[in-house]
């Protein structure tokens, strides 16, 4: 494992932030970090790169402890925040250099560095352009780029592509794309597509709490394992139909509405059919598959609901 963050507890005063956050990267793993706001993504990772404290708990980074190893802990990792400290007055190269300085490249390296940064980020057409003059995209490009200043092994990288429009986050996300083939990244985002475009693994986080961490195969089968299946019957009778549904025990009705929305298994389309046939004739059968939002929205709404009961 290259990072391990266990039982991270943040009191901030008397908010109980992180309650027992456990977050651990393999080599070569992206993980989507994701939650409603305010869950702790960002704390969390400001705790794993050492700019916040935890209240309790530990972090190590392949192999180096963060609390006696913090300066070497950090030279793993390369950090996005979700406000990155440009200086916009400087133009992206020598700002480059400036990071490049402050992270201890020795200055025969620095060029090189700046250099290897400016051409992941796909920057070279704006290396000498004042940062404040660049579009949005451009500049989380270059927040992008100053956590690549050294080659860190581990990218922890806080809603990278928050505020772009859609073809900048497409673009970004290529970006991510190719950077996972270097390295190890932990990745918050809300954007789901770029979850599914990215990551091998979801870390589920609510209210200070991992809900879930679970594979993105195994999330994709379980999408496909239950479905949302509409019927609606060419008669207006439903009685016949929900009385045979009743006798079944994997149908269950969730909605009566301009028909019966009914929670199935997938494969057993076919018998719902022929039993609409039956009753009342089907006049149409439509399927919801469920998407890894739903997977995601159910599970946030169940941690909710255990909250208030
Ligand atoms: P997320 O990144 O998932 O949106 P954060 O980690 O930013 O969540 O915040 C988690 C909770 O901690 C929120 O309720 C937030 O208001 C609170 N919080 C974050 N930073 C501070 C701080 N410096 N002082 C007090 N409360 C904070």
Redesign the pocket.
Known sequence: MILSAHNLVKY??N?H?LDNVNVSLEQGEVVGFL??????????MKIITGYVAPTSGQVTVNGFDLLTQSLDCRKQIGYLPQQAPLYEDMTVASYLDHVARLKGVAKSQRRREVVEAIESANLQEVEKRHIRKLSGGNQRRVGLAQALINKPPILIL?EPTAGLDPAQVANLRELIIKLKEQHTILL?THVLAEVEACCSRVIL?NR?RCILDESIEDLQTRCKQVTHIHIRLIDNDYSAFTEALSTIDWAQVIEEKDGLVIEAPEDKRNELIELAQKNGGLRECIEERRSLEDVFRDLIVEDQNKKSS
């Open positions: 901030y005063g908010f932030a939650g409603p706001n305010g869950a702790g993504k960002s704390t969390t806080d918050s986080i200070g």
